[in-house]
Nanobody, 123 residues
């Protein structure tokens, strides 16, 4: 079964850091693009970051300079390192895989989605 599973969410104070993981099973992550999306309370889901199969990265303006996306092919896992977290980063974070490998931050491009992991930034 082809799937991705997120982990690493939690409660963190403003200014803190978290690292989210996205582990793939049933396929080789290196051939896919990975996107991170989030849904804040009361808002539509939005793209946060993506990495193509050629390691080209994209970031939403709201997270650029604070978040870093990366991948570890040996572990078949992608990561989202989140630093300097703000309360407005609160939401459910989803990992998705795009077999086309292009890495656009557009939900329609993605084939496999995880269930999401909650990130709460609060003092």
């Amino acid at each position: 079964q082809l799937q991705v599973v997120e982990s690493g969410g939690g409660l963190v104070q403003p200014g803190g850091s978290l690292r989210l993981s996205c582990t793939a099973s049933g396929f080789a992550l290196r051939s896919y693009a990975i996107g991170w999306f989030r849904r804040a309370p009361g808002k539509e889901r939005e793209g946060v970051s993506s990495i193509s199969s050629r390691d080209l990265t994209n970031y939403a303006d709201s997270v650029r300079g604070r978040f870093t996306i990366s991948g570890d092919n040996a572990k078949n896992t992608a990561y989202l390192q989140m630093n300097s977290l703000k309360p407005e980063d609160t939401g459910v974070y989803y990992c998705a895989a795009d077999r086309g490998g292009l890495g656009f931050m557009d939900e329609i491009a993605y084939d496999y989605w995880g269930q999401g992991t909650q990130v709460t930034v609060s003092s």
